[in-house]
């Protein structure tokens, strides 16, 4: 199994990004998928969950502003993220489940089973 992310960059505060994660190997149209962050020098934070069939969920610092969705018939976990922050910069990371997790559980990185490598986004103040 492989997760290929892709789509960050360097945009100023205000902006919008969209970030793409490929899954290859295995399908995961039933399980959940996520999306973490790590800026430098601080603990992997969780960023938003997509749990099955539209169910999502968001950490309190994202709603409102970043959307996450998932195409199932291309294997693709998608995060659209709109009025960016200096605060949102971070290497973002996709993760998969062999499950389906509930929304507790969705929030939690021990929860995953398949990660990718992250992929960098800069916001400019």
């Known amino acids: 199994v492989q997760l290929q992310a892709s789509g960050g960059g360097l945009v100023q505060a205000g902006g919008s990004l969209g970030l793409s994660c490929v899954a290859s190997?295995?399908?995961?149209?039933?399980?959940?998928m996520a999306w973490f962050r790590q800026a430098p020098g601080k603990e992997r934070e969780f960023v938003a969950a997509y749990r099955w069939r539209g169910n999502t969920v968001y950490a309190d610092s994202v709603k409102g502003r970043f959307t996450i969705s998932r195409d199932d018939a291309k294997n693709t976990l998608y995060l659209r993220m709109n009025r960016l922050e200096p605060g949102d910069t971070a290497a973002y990371y996709c993760?998969?489940?062999?499950?389906?997790?509930?929304?507790?559980?969705?929030?939690?990185?021990?929860?995953?089973?398949?990660w990718g490598q992250g992929t960098l986004v800069t916001v400019s103040s």
């Open positions: 993760a998969a489940s062999r499950l389906t997790l509930i929304v507790s559980e969705a929030r939690r990185a021990n929860n995953y089973d398949y």
């Open positions: 190997g295995h399908s995961f149209s039933s399980k959940s």
